[in-house]
């Protein structure tokens, strides 16, 4: 089963605040499997592209929003779409969230 692949990410949601920037707060510690995407996937939210470069497939209860940022081993991503949110094919099981590396 794809579960026997995870392994431990940490979830950060965005903060932005009129006079300190922009900071990242912790949503916890969640599990999931990152794999790359083959060369040169794309994504558009409707103003402008952003390049697709992984996909996360995590537990339907992980928290995913456009611009929560993920790490795990030491790399950091920028969620981007989750296709299916309530489970692939209507199972209950897991999602997957386009990722992009974050910058």
Not at 11 to 38: K, N
Not at 45 to 69: I, Q
Request: with cysteine.
């Amino acid at each position: 089963m794809i579960t026997d692949f995870y392994k431990l990410l940490d979830i950060y949601e965005r903060q932005d605040a009129a006079f300190a920037g922009v900071g990242y707060v912790s949503l916890g510690t969640y599990r999931g499997f990152i794999q790359p995407t083959g060369g040169g996937e794309g994504f558009k939210n409707g103003k402008g592209g952003e390049s697709a470069t992984h996909r996360l497939y995590t537990h339907v209860t992980t928290p995913c929003r456009y611009g929560y940022k993920v790490t795990q081993g030491g790399q950091s991503y920028v969620m981007l779409y989750a296709i299916q949110p309530d489970g692939i094919s209507g199972t209950g099981h897991h999602k997957e969230v386009i990722l992009g590396i974050f910058e």
